[in-house]
């Protein structure tokens, strides 16, 4: 189901990579054009780009607008922690917690989010308990993308050659295969999920429903073989050859390296888009 058009005026768009993108440090690091650079700028100010959207979230939670949140989704514990949140949210407010913290001793704290006591931001208790008698429960929606861990290595690689912004090939897969071992636990978490793989490059992504409103999960056999396939990939991968331990999908006839990687009018394609930029290339000298 769409998002409700009456929402659209109300919506806040959450992206930690929007806030990277509009931070003056990094903007100011990635206009020395140096590539050597790209990936230390963006993990330079990673935390603070997630803090920030993390801020942005509850607070337009907290005052009941529409959410789209757009990440990864690959560490479990803080997502299911925020969705647990948003299910609670229109009883009492919460802020942001400490997060992921390491003590001396080597014990694990996580804790993304906490309640707030009212007390302590002086509000009035009868005009909060007024307000929150009003919110009703958010419905949330899980739309997960996927697709074959070499092609979003490729994706990946692009997307710093036209946006600056890159990470690593590791990262990259590990936030991949995260997801895909998650995801069917946060259908669990969710009032409806939809799983969308784009392995068609030529062609529109497959949506295959998970999850409907009447809480039926639909297993389809062709999504787990999918999402099977995404959660054993190899993160320590050197090269395509080597993204999966035993039987290699990406080697198979049919599959995207083969069809376009290995394409015979690669070369052509190659060569047409080398003359391209070497016309924009000096029609910008000019200027």
Known sequence: RSFPPEAASNVVVVEADAFKESDVIY????????????????????????????????TALNKGRDVIMDGTLSWEPFVEQTIAMARNIHKCKYRMGVGYKVAEDGTITENYWEQ??????????????????????????LVGVVCDGGLAVV???RRAIMTKRAVRVKSQLESHKRFANAFPSYCKLVDSAKLYCTNDIRGPPKKIEWKNDSHNLQLEA???KCLKMISSVNTDA?????????????????????????????LNDQKELRESIQKIEKSIRKQ
């Open 222 to 224: 062709e999504v787990l």
């Open 155 to 157: 994706r990946g690689i």
């Open 116 to 141: 707030v006591n009212e007390a302590e931001e002086h509000q009035s208790e009868t005009n909060c308990k007024r307000e929150l008698h009003t919110r009703k429960p958010y419905r949330i929606v």
């Open 27 to 58: 903007k100011a690091l990635n206009s020395r054009g140096n590539h050597d650079e790209m990936l230390q700028s963006a993990e330079l100010v990673h935390q603070s780009s997630t803090d920030a959207a993390s801020s942005l979230l509850v």
């Open 238 to 266: 050197d090269s395509i050859y080597e993204l999966y331990n035993e039987y290699n999908p990406t080697m198979r006839p049919g599959s995207v390296w083969n069809n376009i990687v290995l394409s015979p009018s690669k």
